[in-house]
Nanobody, 127 residues
């Protein structure tokens, strides 16, 4: 069955770059027509969608994080990555890798079905 496993350092210092990996088993990240998102849960903002990478490699980001976030993939390893630059303590939270589908878009706003979630990985930004 599909398994999503987030991996990361756990602790990141302010101003550094957060790098997380999502290992996917039981399904291919290139399978039509899934979208792969990073979502986080923080004390300050609750659940927040960070961005996605599609089955074909197209990316999109939450405008509030676009300047700092970058999502990529390694199809040979069937893995997804998230990089978040210039982190602050407000970036502390649980980060989830999610598989879903987009079923409606209008004016660059889309509705997505976030069907499958990893367990999440805790990220703490502190010196």
């Amino acid at each position: 069955q599909l398994q999503l496993q987030e991996m990361g350092p756990g602790l990141v210092k302010p101003s550094q770059t957060l790098s997380l990996t999502c290992a996917v088993t039981g399904g291919s990240i290139t399978t039509n027509y899934y979208y792969w998102s990073w979502i986080r849960q923080t004390p300050g903002k609750g659940l927040e969608w960070i961005g996605y990478i599609s089955y074909s490699g197209v990316t999109g980001y939450n405008p509030s994080l676009q300047s700092r976030a970058s999502i990529s993939r390694d199809t040979s390893l069937n893995q997804l990555t998230l990089q978040l630059n210039s982190v602050t303590p407000e970036d502390t939270g649980v980060y989830f890798c999610v598989r879903g589908e987009i079923f409606y878009c209008s004016a660059n706003v889309c509705l997505a079905d976030f069907g499958s979630w990893g367990r999440g990985t805790q990220v703490t930004v502190s010196s």
